[in-house]
Every structure is written in structure tokens, then in C-alpha cells.
Antibody, heavy 121, light 110 residues
Framework: EVQLLESGGGLAQPGGSLRLSCAASGFTFSRYAMSWVRQAPGKGLEWVSHSSMTGTDTYYIDSVKGRFTISRDNSKNTLYLQMKSLRADDTAVYYC??????????????WGQGTLVTVSS | EVVLTQSPGTLSLSPGERAALSCRASQTISGTSLAWYQQTPGQAPRLLIYGTSKRATGIPDRFSGSGSGTDFTLTIIGLEPEDFVVYYCQHYGSSPRRYTFGQGTKLEIK
């Protein structure tokens, strides 16, 4: 069974940092691209960042470029999102998701349950 | 950059009825890049439809997707009580790689 378990969320001050983790199991993690998608309270879904299966190709939504870094450790089956210079509008539930199909990921087949990040003083 | 506009924002129907949810793209997009998700409150989204019309694994056949160009539709026939949640369409763009969601349609019981 595919499982994605996010952790690392919590309360951070504006300008602060957090590191999210997504532990994957039940599939061959190294064969799939992965993304982070967020959802602000009461709002819709917003894609944040993508990592290719090897981690060499990464992409970001404009609002987080230069502040967030996506990475992965395929030996640990774990995806990360390092978040710096946090702002109030980064407050959201952050989901990790598997991108499919493998050749050119176009949608998200499986999602974790999310971890809440709250940015507030 | 493609913008997806979903309508209506809220759709009020009764169990057993047919729902048609619209997703309009700001420019012509490939049908292979359009997906639909269902989200129950407090839960993660669930993939329903990909490639405009292909049902994901385990999705009942009362859900169907259609469309081309800029206009896409998620149709649900014979609404069940558990179908009254929020639905999102999503587009994938490759140059640069970017994933865009519509703002969502809430399906509520009339």
C-alpha cells in the first residue's frame, strides 16, 4: 500500500524557517517525481514545488522561489521541503504527492495527509 | 500561464440527480494534461479523472470527464451522499513545468 507521511509542520515566526519531510513507502520512491502542494485555510489547492525522480530537476511556484528548496534522499525514501524567510501567506497544510505518469508527470496519483504550517508572531 | 476557472462556485443538487462541473482554461490546452480531484473536508485530495476522461483506479463509473480545447466538464450521475464535497480541476504545463489548479466547485445538498 502506498503511504506518504508528512512531518515537520508547526508554528514559525515571520522570517523563520521550517523543514518538512515526507516519508514514502509501498512503492519504489526513486522511480517517481514528487511534488509539494499546499492549501491555505479555507482556500483551494496550490502547487508549490516539483522534484524529478533523481532530484536533479526542480521547479517552484514564483512566490516561493529563492525561499523554498525541495530535495530528496532516495536512500531514505524521503522528500524534503526547506522553507526559509517564511511569510504569513505561507500558512497552509502542505501535502506531498506522487507525480504520474513516470515519463512526464502530469497529475498526482497519491497524496499524503498533510502537515500544517502556521506562520505567525 | 494557463488559468483555470471553475464554475459554478457552489452547485446545489439533490441525491440521485446529475451534476455537471465546468473547468475553463484561459487558453487551449492538451486534453492529456487535464485532471480532476475530489476533496472531502479534512482529507487529502483524491484523483478522480486524468487525461480529461480516464477514471483513476477505484473510481465509480458514475464519474466521467469530457471536453477539449478550453472547456472541460466533470459529470457525476446518480449523486450519492458522499459526492457532496469539493472538486478541483488541474492542468499540467511543461514549459516551464507548472501545475495549476482551478479554484474549486463545492457540491452541496439542496
Amino acid at each position: 500500500e502506498v503511504q506518504l507521511l508528512e512531518s515537520g509542520g508547526g508554528l514559525a515566526q515571520p522570517g523563520g524557517s521550517l523543514r518538512l519531510s515526507c516519508a514514502a513507502s509501498g512503492f519504489t520512491f526513486s522511480r517517481y517525481a514528487m511534488s509539494w502542494v499546499r492549501q491555505a485555510p479555507g482556500k483551494g489547492l496550490e502547487w508549490v514545488s516539483h522534484s524529478s525522480m533523481t532530484g536533479t530537476d526542480t521547479y517552484y511556484i514564483d512566490s516561493v522561489k529563492g525561499r523554498f528548496t525541495i530535495s530528496r534522499d532516495n536512500s531514505k525514501n524521503t522528500l524534503y521541503l526547506q522553507m526559509k524567510s517564511l511569510r504569513a501567506d505561507d500558512t497552509a497544510v502542505y501535502y506531498c504527492a506522487i507525480g504520474v505518469p513516470v515519463a512526464s508527470p502530469a497529475y498526482f496519483q497519491h497524496w499524503g495527509q498533510g502537515t500544517l504550517v502556521t506562520v505567525s508572531s | 500561464e494557463v488559468v483555470l476557472t471553475q464554475s459554478p462556485g457552489t452547485l446545489s443538487l439533490s441525491p440521485g440527480e446529475r451534476a455537471a462541473l465546468s473547468c475553463r482554461a484561459s487558453q487551449t490546452i492538451s486534453g492529456t494534461s487535464l485532471a480532476w480531484y475530489q476533496q472531502t473536508p479534512g482529507q487529502a485530495p483524491r484523483l478522480l479523472i486524468y487525461g480529461t476522461s480516464k477514471r483513476a483506479t477505484g473510481i465509480p463509473d458514475r464519474f466521467s470527464g469530457s471536453g477539449s480545447g478550453t472547456d472541460f466538464t466533470l459529470t457525476i450521475i446518480g449523486l450519492e451522499p458522499e459526492d457532496f464535497v469539493v472538486y478541483y480541476c488541474q492542468h499540467y504545463g511543461s514549459s516551464p513545468r507548472r501545475y495549476t489548479f482551478g479554484q474549486g466547485t463545492k457540491l452541496e445538498i439542496k
